[in-house]
């Protein structure tokens, strides 16, 4: 079993949409928790990060943290066509392990006009 | 800054041959990340530097696979000889030491390896 699990998709909404995008882990000495966007051919871009558990928002963006289920999640709010990327979970202890991340495989994302 | 830079952006090569992908980290970043990417794995770590000096290669497939950095703005992957199962696109990342050790890697555009 991996270590962070994310369900491939594809996923496809169309505009206006709310989209849930979501990890689970195993590993309890996670503290980082990150979400990377990455554009077709391109290299992932750090979309947001959160530190333990808890909610953190930007624009439309939403990340919530739950240790106790060991789950993350994604939320994109008015979701547009320019949100069409894959997006993957990150994460990694508070100490230890250098900068190493641990990633999910990705959820491809396609929103539709 | 220029971003991390990786060269070829592209290549194409025959089974057996050798194949060296480069990486040129975000001067300042003391890590670097080499990560293969397929549909069927998604993103796998091969090996990390910090301040030059391997310090994971438990990611590295066999014994085919070797890389190395020799200063801190240069780092090499070489497959030698290289198979189809090869195939994928291999990311260079590099990363500063944060606070906390750091939660960022910034990547590369990645090379798109394909072995016939």
């Known amino acids: 079993q991996k270590e962070v699990e994310q369900d491939p998709g594809p996923l496809s909404v169309p505009e206006g949409a709310i989209v849930s995008l979501n990890c689970t882990y195993s590993?309890?000495?996670?503290?980082?928790f990150m979400w990377y966007r990455q554009y077709s051919r391109k290299g992932p871009e750090l979309l947001m990060y959160?530190?333990?558990?808890g909610n953190k928002e930007d624009g439309r963006f939403t990340a919530q943290v739950d240790k106790s289920s060991k789950y993350i999640s994604l939320f994109i709010r008015d979701s547009q066509p320019s949100d069409s990327a894959t997006y993957l979970c990150?994460?990694?202890?508070?100490?230890?392990?250098?900068?190493?991340?641990?990633f999910g495989t990705g959820t491809q994302l396609k929103v539709e006009l | 800054d220029a971003g991390v830079i990786q060269s070829p952006r592209h290549e194409v090569t025959e089974m057996g041959q050798e194949v060296t992908l480069r990486c040129k980290p975000i001067?300042?970043?003391?890590?670097l990340f080499w990560y293969r990417q397929t549909m069927m794995r998604g993103l796998e770590l091969l090996i990390y530097?910090?301040?030059?000096?391997?310090?994971?290669d438990s990611g590295m497939p066999e014994d085919r696979f070797s890389a190395k950095m020799p200063n801190a703005s240069f780092s090499t992957l070489k497959i030698q000889p290289s198979e189809p199962r090869d195939s994928a696109v291999y990311f260079c990342?590099?990363?500063?030491?944060?606070?906390?050790?750091?939660?960022?890697?910034?990547f590369g555009p990645g090379t798109r390896l394909t072995v016939t």
């Open positions: 990342a590099s990363s500063p030491t944060g606070l906390a050790g750091g939660y960022e890697q910034y």
């Open positions: 590993n309890s000495a996670f503290q980082y």
């Open positions: 959160t530190y333990s558990s």
């Open positions: 990150a994460m990694r202890p508070y100490t230890g392990g250098g900068n190493k991340l641990t």
């Open positions: 001067s300042g970043h003391d890590y």
């Open positions: 530097f910090n301040n030059n000096v391997p310090i994971d």
